[in-house]
């Protein structure tokens, strides 16, 4: 019988067995059994296990006066025994492993700790943490053999052996010797009788002693990380799979202890050369593996091992699962209307409150009950259509809506004492306006995600986060909800705001699920093909993406001429199109609207107006959970179709751990070595001893939130899968081949885009940096957003409006905008030092609470100059894998691997070559490289790419004699260099860049002369 016919059958069929377990039990209470035929009959009737195996692994030992037990187990019999009496074990049933060696015992009379426990089974004093690794029959050999496919690299004695030899006999030593040189699979349980149990049905078992035998955290008595015990890691000298089978216990807090258990040892194992999967069954099935196997038979067994789950996934499903923790929870309820339910229930009127519930089950209209009669709300939520969603679902007033007369917010209709706003906004408010009334906080784990880890909140996040503490101290309650509700969050909360947490409904009931055609394929070009098929066959289509979405409009604006496509990104959802369309989906007639993150929580549709939902997720912004959260939008169950990568490159630029205390520990050593240097070079003690609050809540919320963020990235598409699948959806993973006439036209559409935002941008209206940067704060139209390109662009390169060029536009975007920032604080003393200081006088009152937030450009200027750098870049030189070798870059590099990644960011692999590690290291700074050449041997000399090379250095000239920078003395040693290095091949630098750096540093002033530390007041920060 299989588990699942177990399962339809378990009251009728246990009734049966507990019959079956009642003789047994009846036959171990006979008083004319010995202990050793006691012990025969628990091991072969009430755990599976065959006479063969049995006979092979278990000896006996009597104390017949000479206290032979004793001996066995390794234990002192003192002289005077007479006055303090030895333990009488009287009989032992020993586990002995092949090489004849004591393993485990069971004791006739088991001996009892002080604390009354008894010790049912015992091991030898001294062993240590050991296998159980028992001789076996060659029967049983060569079941295992054929189990795994495994008969031809068999011994040939054991091939040869005689019937009468595979039924008893036994070899010498070399079972477990061939288990350790082939890939043979190997099941791990806790107790020798579920591994003996597991032989007889022809698996190579092993036992540990319980569930953290298999490792070790201490040496010598001093603790230390994790390590496999000897036994175990010697089965990794040969890649195998690893199949841990614990015992299923019903008590949560040992289920939790199990788990963590698992994940340890099999993190460990797949450290080495295994890989690990995770047994589940039933517990009714039996508690442990043995007792399945005799509950169900050794087939519906089978099916449980053969369905093991990996360990990744395992891992996975028990992070999401452990979340928030059910002793929080204070009310279950399982209602598809959430508000009645809420109004049903008698909730505190002060304190945390906490929702929980699926998607679509009606969270904002039981949020909508709770502060009904609220005379005093606050609505707080991370997004400004959100925002003004709540407002409307919740009866309230939106911020910007309001102005303030003497104090009191005044909204259309007068006084607005409940109000929406984004957290972003939330200096805009004060502690009085929610004075003894409700905070409510829509969304929250992605709210407490914004405020920490967004860059829209940079600027102000401390001052933002000392308002949100002020109203959580100032409100009687504060009210959560989410899907996601998690433990850090709550904890988050209650620590800034000083209020228990008094009610936490929990909402089982959940919605049908919908099914999802999951494609796996290396490029997204195979899922474009299926949405062009798709508007092809005159599906209306809801595409969901991880980008701005404009190259796959414009793909589909081109290859459908007649069809209507609208799309919403960051840009357009302020247009007056999309807000028709949010507001009034149903009278809209588009054939496929392209829906970027903008598009997220807050917005859900219910008419019939789509036919299919596409997800396309690149894995370079949104996580799992927002993807999740989009495939949701569309509450109908209309066919889903889904690509992701399955590894994403979304981590923290810096920090790439997923422990969030190791997080914080390498933020705290970059900003102590930053500190340190900026205090060296100008001996300023204000710098020294600049004080970080390192315990504030906000830093540990940030370093867990980052550390998911990293988490998730290895298995960015699995993740992906498993959220689906616990939020009751079907997901049906297939194989796929990408689509060359799709990725075409994306490439295409992709080259168009460009040359559209360009042309656009440089015919965009001139207007001044400072008002651009006016506008930026603002929401920008799309035509508004170019304006302020436009202006950015030019304010940048240092030039006159007029004579920006297509070129310009188009290779200064933001991103390299910052990547030749961090070329010129390299090469121009004292820049990164006054970069830093700003950074520090920002924060203004130390505590610093938001360490996150600070620069550390001293420490990466200094690493820079460390790994040779600044100098190959002031020579503008050639290098080769021999060079870097002669000039110390090699050393520097592996001596200093994990700084570079915490300051510079990117992981050096070993495999990388040092030329290769370079070229990563200078690009960072907007250089480009190229191979100019080849030495005598035949090696690759590089260098960098000239007119790249040249352009970067007159920018950089034109940027220091506009800033005034003191100290641009390398620049100008570079631009007054009649040739670039190299031999004097190619042509110099033109006289606009030595003149835009003469008139900045005299001829006489070629000497570095820093910058002064009342430079704060410089024209701009670079």
Not at 17 to 26: G, M, P, T, W
Not at 107 to 126: E, L, M, S, T
Not at 709 to 735: F, K, S, T, Y
Not at 872 to 887: D, F, I, P, R
Request: glycine residues 8%; aromatic residues 6%.
């Amino acid at each position: 019988m299989d588990q699942q016919g177990f399962t339809k059958n378990k009251d009728k069929y246990l009734s049966s067995q507990r019959k079956d377990n009642l003789n047994i039990s009846l036959k171990l209470q006979n008083a004319q059994l010995s202990f050793a035929e006691k012990f025969k009959i628990e091991c072969i009737e009430g755990s599976g296990v065959s006479k063969s195996v049995f006979d092979s692994a278990i000896d006996f030992i009597e104390d017949t006066g000479r206290w032979e037990c004793h001996e066995a187990l390794n234990l002192e019999v003192r002289r005077e025994w007479q006055t303090r009496k030895p333990h009488n074990f009287d009989t032992l049933a020993v586990f002995r492993n092949e090489d004849g060696t004591f393993w485990h015992s069971k004791a006739r009379n088991p001996f009892i700790d002080f604390d009354g426990r008894v010790r049912r089974y015992q091991a030898r004093k001294g062993n240590g943490s050991r296998l159980f690794l028992p001789a076996v029959t060659v029967g049983t050999w060569i079941r295992i053999a054929q189990r795994h496919g495994l008969e031809e690299s068999l011994p040939e004695w054991v091939k040869e052996a005689s019937p009468d030899a595979r039924s008893s006999g036994i070899g010498v030593f070399s079972f477990w010797d061939w288990v350790r040189k082939t890939n043979c699979p190997v099941v791990i349980t806790e107790g020798g009788k579920k591994s003996m149990a597991l032989l007889t049905l022809g698996y190579a078992a092993i036992a540990v002693y319980g569930i953290n035998a298999g490792y070790g955290v201490r040496i010598d008595g001093t603790e230390c990380a994790p390590f496999l015990i000897p036994d175990l890691k010697a089965l990794t000298a040969t890649p195998r799979q690893f199949t841990i089978a614990f015992d299923q216990d019903t008590n949560n807090g040992t289920r939790r202890r199990a788990f963590a258990a698992q994940m340890k040892m099999g993190r460990l194992l797949e450290a080495e050369k295994g890989w690990v999967k995770i047994t589940r069954w039933d517990p009714a099935l039996g508690k442990g593996i043995d007792d399945a196997i005799v509950n169900i038979g050794g087939a519906a067994v089978e099916t449980i091992i053969g369905s093991a789950t990996p360990l990744v996934k395992v891992s996975i499903r028990g992070r999401l699962k452990g979340r928030l923790s059910v002793e929080r929870i204070t009310n279950r309820i399982d209602s598809l209307d959430f508000a009645s339910a809420v109004n049903d229930l008698d909730l505190p009127d002060f304190g945390i409150l906490g929702l929980v519930g699926a998607k679509g089950t009606g969270k904002t209209e039981a949020q909508h009950e709770l502060l009904k009669d609220e005379t005093k709300v606050m609505s707080i939520t991370f997004r400004i259509g959100l925002g003004r969603a709540l407002s409307i679902n919740l009866d309230l007033v939106y911020v910007d809506d309001c102005s303030r007369v003497n104090g009191r917010l005044i909204g259309p209709d007068g006084y607005a004492d409940r109000i929406a706003l984004c957290i972003n906004s939330l200096l805009k408010v004060n502690p009085d306006d929610i004075k003894d009334g409700a905070l409510n906080l829509d969304e929250v784990e992605q709210v407490l995600k914004h405020l920490t880890c967004s860059k829209t909140c940079q600027t102000d996040r401390a001052n933002i986060i000392r308002q949100l503490t002020a109203l959580c101290q100032a409100a009687r309650k504060i009210i959560v909800a989410d899907a996601d509700l998690s433990d850090r969050a709550l904890e988050f909360l209650m620590a800034i705001s000083g209020k228990p947490i008094t009610a936490i409904v929990h909402n089982k009931a959940a919605r049908p699920g919908f099914v999802v055609d999951r494609i796996v394929s290396s490029s997204r070009s195979s899922i474009d093909a299926a949405l062009f098929d798709a508007i092809e066959r005159g599906e209306h289509c809801l595409v969901h993406v991880d980008d701005k979405g404009a190259a796959l409009y414009e793909a589909m604006a081109a290859k459908f001429l007649s069809k209507k496509f609208l799309l919403i990104n960051s840009l357009t959802i302020n247009t007056e199109e999309v807000q028709t369309f949010l507001r009034n989906p149903d009278n809209s007639s588009y054939d496929a609207v392209i829906a970027s993150p903008s598009l997220g929580t807050g917005w859900s549709l219910t008419a019939p107006i789509f036919d299919h939902v596409f997800g396309i997720f690149s894995g370079n912004s949104i996580g799992p959970d927002d993807m999740a959260q989009a495939l949701s939008r569309c509450r109908l169950p209309v066919p889903r179709t889904v690509w992701c990568v399955e590894k994403g490159r979304n981590y923290h630029p810096k920090f790439s751990s997923s422990s969030p205390t190791r997080i914080v520990k390498d933020l705290r050593e970059n900003l102590s070595e930053n500190f340190q240097q900026l205090h060296e070079l100008n001996g300023d003690l204000n710098v020294a001893t600049a004080q970080m609050d390192y315990g504030h809540p906000a830093l540990k919320l940030w370093a867990q939130y980052i550390g998911d963020r990293n988490m998730v990235q290895a298995n960015l598409g699995l993740e992906l899968d498993i959220r689906l699948e616990n939020e009751g959806n079907i997901v049906n993973r297939r194989e796929s081949l990408p689509s060359l006439a799709a990725g075409e036209e994306l490439k295409a559409a992709r080259i168009v885009v460009a040359e559209r935002i360009i042309a656009q941008t440089l015919s965009a209206p001139i207007v001044e940096i400072d008002i651009a940067r006016e506008m930026a704060e603002s929401n920008l139209s799309p035509a508004d957003a170019l304006i302020v390109e436009r202006a950015e662009v030019v304010d940048f390169l240092c030039i006159e409006p007029s004579l920006l060029t297509s070129g310009d536009v188009g290779t200064f975007d933001s991103a390299k905008r910052n990547a030749v920032q961090k070329l010129e604080r390299t090469l121009i003393t004292g820049l990164a030092e006054s970069c830093d200081r700003k950074s520090l006088a920002v924060h203004g009152t130390e505590p610093i609470i938001v360490p996150f937030d600070l620069k550390t450009t001293t420490a990466e200027t200094k690493m820079r100059s460390l790994l040779g750098i600044k100098d190959l870049v002031l020579g503008n030189g050639t290098w080769t894998e021999e060079s870097l070798k002669q000039a110390g870059f090699d050393r520097a590099v592996r001596q200093n691997a994990q700084h570079i990644k915490r300051t510079l960011g990117g992981t050096i692999s070993k495999k990388s070559s040092l030329c290769e590690i370079m070229g990563r290291l200078v690009s960072q700074m907007g250089l480009k490289t190229e191979q100019v050449g080849k030495t005598h041997s035949g090696k690759r000399t590089y260098g960098f790419e000239q007119d790249n090379y040249r352009k970067l250095m007159e920018l950089l000239s034109r940027r220091a004699k506009r800033f005034g920078w003191t100290d641009s003395a390398p620049l100008l040693r570079i631009l007054l260099r009649e040739t670039i290095g190299r031999g004097g091949a190619a042509e110099p630098f033109t006289k606009q860049g030595v003149e835009a750096i003469s008139d900045v540093v005299l001829f006489s002033q070629l000497e570095p002369k820093g910058i002064e530390a009342s430079s704060l007041d410089m024209p701009q920060d670079p």
